[in-house]
Nanobody, 123 residues
Framework: VQLQASGGGLVQAGGSLRVSCVAS????????MAWFRQAPGKEREFVAT????????SYTDSVKGRFTINRDNAKNAVYLQMDSLEPEDTAVYYC?????????????????WGRGTLVTVSS
């Protein structure tokens, strides 16, 4: 099983970026999906999660109103639209597949992880 994240890059503060994650070798249409991030020198933190059918989403407070998570089960993909980016959003962004149809913000709720894509926001 592979989760391949892509779409990272360098963007100026206030700009937008969309990162994508596509699963191969199996489907996760019955599983929650999430994005986590890890900034340099910091621990990995939860960013957003979406339920198996997209009906429920949850975000960490620092990205509410700026980031949007969505998914396309036909494409076995999950996306994170990031708007009004801030330098503090600079991190490697990882997608993860949850153990259950709906999951929370704990990394223990997720059992497949992608390799990550780097997002750098310049001031």
């Amino acid at each position: 099983v592979q989760l391949q994240a892509s779409g990272g890059g360098l963007v100026q503060a206030g700009g937008s970026l969309r990162v994508s994650c596509v699963a191969s070798r199996r489907t996760f249409r019955n599983n929650a999906m999430a994005w986590f991030r890890q900034a340099p020198g910091k621990e990995r933190e939860f960013v957003a999660t979406i339920s198996w059918n997209g009906g429920s989403t949850s975000y960490t407070d620092s990205v509410k109103g700026r980031f949007t998570i969505n998914r396309d089960n036909a494409k076995n993909a999950v996306y994170l639209q990031m708007d009004s980016l801030e330098p503090e959003d600079t991190a490697v962004y990882y997608c993860a597949a949850g153990r259950f149809p709906i999951s929370g913000g704990s990394s223990q709720d997720y059992y497949y992880w992608g390799r990550g894509t780097l997002v750098t926001v310049s001031s």
